[in-house]
C-alpha cells in the first residue's frame, strides 16, 4: 500500500531589501508559494514564485496546486504531476518538492537521482535593476566581488544607452549582459547592439516582445541573443532556432526541474545555449535551479540577494561564485534542520 502523504501548501511573501526596476514594472517584495509534501519521515519541499508577467501569481499558483492536493495525497509521480497541471509556479513548487522526497525515499542527492553532474560552484551574474546611469555604476562598483553583470534596460534607447556605458565606464573586469525585459522593437536593435558591442556587452536578453519572434529572421546581430520571455517552455524552443542563440530556462516559467532538464538537453540538440535564470526567490528556489545551471552557459542566480532576508541554511555567494551546500534542498538528510528566517506574511 502506498504511504498517503501530507501536503502543505502555503504563501510566504519574502520582502525586498529595497525596489528593484525592470521595463515597466517596479517589485518591492516577492511572494511565494511554498509546497511540502511529507510520509511522517521524509519531506520533499519546493518552493515558486510564478511568473508575473502570465498572471501567474499566488492566488493562481495556489488554486492550481488545490486541484491537484488530493493527487499529491494519494502518491502522484513527477510524470503524472507533467499531465495534471500545466507549466508555471504552481508545478515547480510540487515538482521539486516530489524531486526532493524522492531523492529522500532514495538515500542519494536529487542530482544523482537526476543523472545530472555531481554540482560545484558556478559563477553566476548579479543584477542591476534599471535606474538612472550614475546609481547603476554605483551599484556595479558596489558589487566588488562580482565577476559578471546582468544590467535591466527598460527600452528608452538613449537612457539604456547611457546606463550601459556607465556601468562599463565603472567596471572594466566584469563580463556584462543587458535584459530588455521585451523593451524594444526590432528597427531600434542596431543602435543599441552598436553601442553594446563598443561596451564589450557579451549577452542580449530578451528585446523584444513575445508574439514578436518573427521579427528577428533575418536579422544579424554580433552577439548573441538570448530567448527569455519567448522561451516558457519546451514547445517553445524549436521556433527559437534561427532567431536567438540562448535559451533561459527558469523553472517556474517552465513548471520545475523536470521540464527544465529537458529542455536544456533539447537546446543542446538544435544548438543553442542555455542559460538559467530566476523569478526571484529565497535559497530554497534558488537550489533546484543550481542543479540546473550545472548544464548551463550562463548562470543568473542571484535571486536571495535582493531579499530582506534569506532562509536558513541558504547558499553562499563569495567571488563571484554561488555555492549551494548540500543541505539546502536535495539532499538524503533529513530537512529537520531547515527553518524559516524570512519575514512572512
Not at 56 to 85: C, F, H, I, S
Not at 274 to 287: E, R, T
Not at 293 to 301: E, I, K, P
Request: hydrophobic share 45%; proline share 4%; aromatic share 6%.
Amino acid at each position: 500500500m502506498v504511504q498517503r502523504l501530507s501536503v502543505d501548501v502555503r504563501v510566504e511573501r519574502l520582502p525586498f531589501a529595497k525596489p528593484f526596476r525592470i521595463s515597466g514594472h517596479v517589485f518591492t517584495e516577492s511572494p511565494v508559494v511554498v509546497v511540502t509534501l511529507s510520509d511522517g519521515l521524509h519531506t520533499g519541499r519546493g518552493e515558486a514564485s510564478g511568473v508575473y508577467y502570465l498572471g501567474d501569481d499566488e492566488t493562481a499558483m495556489t488554486a492550481a496546486l488545490e486541484t491537484v492536493r488530493a493527487g499529491l495525497g494519494d502518491g502522484m509521480t513527477r510524470a503524472d504531476l507533467q499531465q495534471a497541471l500545466p507549466a508555471g509556479g504552481a508545478r515547480n513548487a510540487a515538482d521539486c518538492a516530489l524531486w526532493e522526497l524522492d531523492a529522500k525515499r532514495a538515500g542519494i542527492a536529487v542530482w544523482k537521482l537526476a543523472g545530472l553532474p555531481e554540482p560545484k560552484p558556478l559563477l553566476t551574474t548579479f543584477t542591476l535593476g534599471a535606474d538612472d546611469p550614475a546609481t547603476m555604476a554605483q551599484g556595479a562598483a558596489g558589487y566588488a566581488d562580482a565577476r559578471a553583470l546582468k544590467l535591466k534596460l527598460t527600452g528608452d534607447l538613449d537612457l539604456d544607452i547611457a546606463r550601459v556605458r556607465a556601468v562599463r565606464a565603472a567596471r572594466r573586469d566584469c563580463w556584462i549582459g543587458v535584459d530588455a525585459n521585451q523593451g524594444f522593437q526590432v528597427g531600434e536593435l542596431d543602435a543599441l547592439i552598436a553601442v553594446l558591442v563598443e561596451c564589450g556587452v557579451a549577452l542580449l536578453e530578451q528585446p523584444l516582445a513575445r508574439g514578436r519572434e518573427a521579427d528577428l529572421d533575418g536579422f544579424s546581430s554580433p552577439i548573441p541573443i538570448a530567448a527569455d520571455e519567448s522561451a516558457l517552455t519546451l514547445g517553445d524552443l524549436d521556433a527559437l532556432v534561427g532567431r536567438f542563440d540562448t535559451v533561459n530556462i527558469k523553472l517556474d516559467k517552465c513548471g520545475g526541474l523536470t521540464e527544465a532538464v529537458a529542455i536544456a538537453q533539447r537546446a543542446r540538440l538544435l544548438g543553442l545555449d542555455v542559460m538559467v535564470g530566476n523569478m526571484v526567490g529565497s535559497s530554497l528556489a534558488m537550489a533546484p535551479a543550481f542543479l540546473l545551471g550545472q548544464l548551463c552557459d550562463v548562470v543568473d542566480l542571484d535571486g536571495p540577494t535582493f531579499l530582506a532576508a534569506d532562509r536558513t541554511p541558504g547558499i553562499r555567494y563569495a567571488d563571484g561564485y554561488i555555492h549551494c551546500p548540500e543541505e539546502v534542498w536535495g539532499h538524503r538528510a533529513h530537512a529537520a534542520s531547515w527553518q524559516h528566517n524570512c519575514n512572512i506574511g
